[in-house]
C-alpha cells in the first residue's frame, strides 16, 4: 500500500483531526538515557484503530502489573491469507480451526463485484472477509467500500469502524476484511450488511521544489484538481530532525473530502519513510488544510532528495448501495469464550480507573476500564498481556456507540500461542500520562522581532529554553528542554499585557520541540508587552507492580 492509500484509510478510520505530542519519540529518548525498563521481545503487532480524546492528564511514564486470570482457550496455529491478516492473528487462528462461517454472497454493481466469504462472529468482534473485482486498473487506482453498517431486525444498525484491503496481484482482485464492534445479542441474529457506495480514486503526484535549508515560508502555486496553493516552511527539530509545516488553500470545498495530500520525499527514485507523530487535515485559520510532516535529516540529504505533492483524485463512485441479508452465529466460539467480571482498581487506591471486565474468545481478549468521569483519558499510554512468557500488546479501540466512560483495550490472539484453565494472564499498563496545570507563571518575551532570540526558564522544576522570533505577520515559539523527563507544553495563552486574550490553546507537534503560529499586531508597543502563559507535561519513569488474583 502506498503512502496516500495509507492517508485515505487514516482518513476513513480515524475521526480525531488534533495534533498530538509524539510520545514514540519521547519513550525512545528515555530508552536511549536509561530511564525505561527493558524492551519486551515479544510484543504482538497491531495497528488497531483507536480515538484520541483531549489531553487532561501529563506525562509520567511509569508500570503497573494486575494478574488477571488464568482462562482456558484454543491453542493457535499459523495462518496466513496473502498477508492480508498481518495484525490479526487471532482470525488467522479461528480460519485454522474451522470457526469461520462461510457466507458466499457476490452483489454487482456496474461491473463491480463485491463478494463476501466468511465472518467470524464472537463476543468481542464481527469480522468479514470479502473480495472485490475491479476489472481492469492502473496501477497509480486504488478501489475501496465505504460506509458499511450493520443492521439487525428491528432497526438497530452499528457503523463499521474498520475496513482494511490489499491488490492480489495473483488473483486479479482486492482481497479485504470489515471489522465491527457490533455482534449477536443472541446466539444466532438476522443482519443487513450495507454497503453505501464503492469509490475509485487515483494517486497524482506533482513536483515540489521544496528548499530544505532556506527557514522562510515557500509558497507554490498549483492550481490543478482543486487544489490552488501550497505554503511550506521547514523548520529544525533537534539535531537529526526537520519537521515539515505545510497549508494547502482549495479554489473549492469538494476536494477537502477526499484530497489527502501529503509531501513525499524521494531519494533515489524510492519513498523515504517519514518519522511517526506528523499529523493531518488540522483546518488552518482560512480554512486550509494543514499538515505537520517528520523526517531524519540524513534520510533527506540536500541535493539527493527530490520532493512530490501526493494527492488523491476521485475517478469514479458506485453511489447505489449494496446490501446482503446475512445470518450470523456466534455458537462456534461459545466453547472458548470467556467473560471474567474483574471490578479491580487500575491503581491501588485510586478510584478513578477500575478495571470492569475480560472476555476472552479464540481470536482476541479484550480488557474493559471504567472512568469515573465520561471522556477522561486513560493514564496509562500503552498496555500489555503477559501470557506464559509471551508479551501481548494492546491497542486502544473507540467506536461510535462506545458509552463514554468506558475505554476498551484489545489483545489480539497470536498464532502458536496455547493457553490453558493453568495459564495465568498479567496486565501490565506503561507510561503513564498526567498533566500539570498549576504553574500559571507568565513568561514574558520581550523586544520580538525577526532576530532569533532566547530565554530559559524553570517550568513545573524543569529547565525550559524557549527560542522566538516574527517572520512575517506570524509569530514563532520554540520550546526544548535538555531533561529527558520534560514532554513538552499541552497549552499556552497568548495575552497583550493584563488583558486581551488572542489566542487560547495550542497543543505541540512534539515533545521535544513546539511550535505555534499566531497572527501579531504590528504595534510594537503591544509587541514588546506580549506574555506567554503555559502549562508543561511532566514525564518520569517508575516500575510498579500489584498483581490481583480475580476469580471468574
Known amino acids: 500500500m502506498n503512502n496516500v492509500e495509507k492517508a485515505l484509510k487514516r482518513k476513513l478510520n480515524d475521526d480525531s483531526k488534533m495534533a498530538y505530542p509524539d510520545f514514540d519519540e519521547m519513550w525512545n529518548r528515555m530508552e536511549q538515557t536509561g ?157 443487513q450488511l450495507t454497503v453505501d457506495h464503492i469509490e475509485l480514486t487515483s494517486v497524482q503526484e506533482l513536483d515540489l521544489p521544496l528548499d530544505i535549508k532556506s527557514p522562510q515560508t515557500q509558497t507554490f502555486k498549483l492550481d490543478r484538481n482543486g487544489l490552488q496553493d501550497m505554503k511550506v516552511q521547514v523548520f529544525e527539530q533537534g539535531k537529526d530532525k ?67 505533492l501526493q494527492y488523491a483524485q476521485t475517478e469514479k463512485s458506485i453511489h447505489e448501495p449494496l446490501n446482503f441479508g446475512l445470518q450470523l452465529s456466534k455458537k462456534k466460539m461459545e466453547s472458548g469464550t470467556l467473560k471474567s467480571v474483574l471490578n479491580t482498581p487500575l491503581e491501588n487506591g485510586n478510584p478513578n480507573f477500575m478495571l470492569e471486565q475480560m472476555i476472552v474468545t479464540p481470536t482476541q481478549i479484550r480488557v474493559t476500564i471504567r472512568s469515573k468521569e465520561k471522556f477522561a483519558m486513560l493514564p496509562y499510554q500503552k498496555y500489555f498481556l503477559s501470557v506464559n512468557g509471551t508479551t501481548l500488546e494492546g491497542s486502544r479501540w473507540s467506536s461510535p456507540d462506545q458509552e463514554h466512560d468506558l475505554n476498551t483495550i484489545r489483545f489480539e490472539r497470536p498464532a502458536n500461542l496455547v493457553i490453558t484453565k493453568d495459564t495465568p494472564i498479567t496486565f501490565t499498563g ?85 511550535i505555534i503560529r499566531q497572527w501579531m499586531s504590528t504595534r510594537t508597543s503591544r509587541e514588546r508587552k506580549l506574555l506567554f502563559i503555559c502549562s508543561t507535561i511532566q514525564q518520569t519513569t517508575r516500575k510498579q507492580r500489584r498483581p490481583y488474583p480475580c476469580s471468574h
Do not use: C
Not at 473530502?257 to 485559520?285: C, L, R
Not at 524543569?462 to 527560542?467: A, D, E, H, L, R
Not at 516574527?470 to 514532554?487: A, I, N, P, R, W
Open 430 to 514: 506503561k507510561y503513564k500520562v498526567t498533566t500539570h496545570s498549576d504553574d500559571k507563571t507568565p513568561q514574558r518575551l520581550a523586544d520580538i522581532s525577526e532576530q532569533k532570540q532566547t530565554l530559559t526558564t524553570q517550568i513545573g522544576g524543569y529547565p525550559v529554553k524557549w527560542t522566538y522570533y516574527k517572520q512575517d505577520s506570524d509569530l514563532f515559539v520554540e520550546t526544548e528542554s535538555e531533561d529527558t523527563h520534560f514532554g513538552g507544553l499541552t497549552r499556552r495563552i497568548l495575552a497583550w499585557g493584563k488583558k486581551g486574550l488572542l489566542a487560547s490553546r495550542s497543543r505541540p507537534t512534539s515533545p521535544e520541540m513546539a
Open 35 to 191: 530511564h525505561t525498563a527493558p524492551t519486551l521481545t515479544d510484543t504482538f503487532d497491531s495497528f488497531t484503530p483507536h480515538r484520541h480524546r483531549n489531553w487532561r492528564k501529563v506525562a509520567i511514564a511509569a508500570s503497573l502489573s494486575a494478574l488477571l486470570v488464568a482462562v482456558p482457550v484454543y491453542a493457535a496455529i499459523h495462518y496466513n491469507w496473502d498477508n492480508l491478516l498481518h495484525g490479526r492473528s487471532g482470525i488467522q487462528t479461528a480460519l485454522n480451526q474451522d470457526l469461520g462461517q462461510p457466507l458466499e454472497q457476490s452483489v454487482t454493481r456496474d461491473g463491480v463485484k463485491l463478494t463476501l466469504h466468511t465472518a467470524i462472529v464472537d463476543e468481542n468482534r464481527t469480522v468479514i472477509l470479502y473480495s472485490l473485482e475491479v476489472g481492469k486498473r492502473a496501477d497509480n487506482e486504488f478501489w475501496n467500500v465505504k460506509g458499511v453498517s450493520l443492521k439487525n431486525a428491528a432497526g438497530k444498525s452499528s457503523e463499521g469502524e474498520y475496513s482494511f484491503q490489499q491488490w492480489d496481484e495473483k488473483n486479479q482482485r482486492y482481497n479485504g476484511y470489515l471489522e465491527s464492534d457490533w455482534t449477536p445479542q443472541q446466539e444466532t441474529e438476522n443482519v
Open 242 to 308: 526537520l519537521m515539515l509545516s505545510s497549508a494547502i488553500t482549495f479554489d473549492s470545498s469538494i476536494p477537502k473530502e477526499w484530497d489527502n495530500p501529503q509531501i513525499i520525499a524521494y531519494k533515489d527514485g524510492k519513498p523515504v519513510n517519514p518519522q511517526s507523530g506528523g499529523t493531518f487535515g488540522t483546518p488552518g485559520e482560512n480554512g486550509e488544510y494543514t499538515a505537520q510532516q517528520y523526517f531524519t535529516k540524513e534520510d533527506i540529504p540536500e541535493g539527493q532528495t527530490t520532493f512530490k
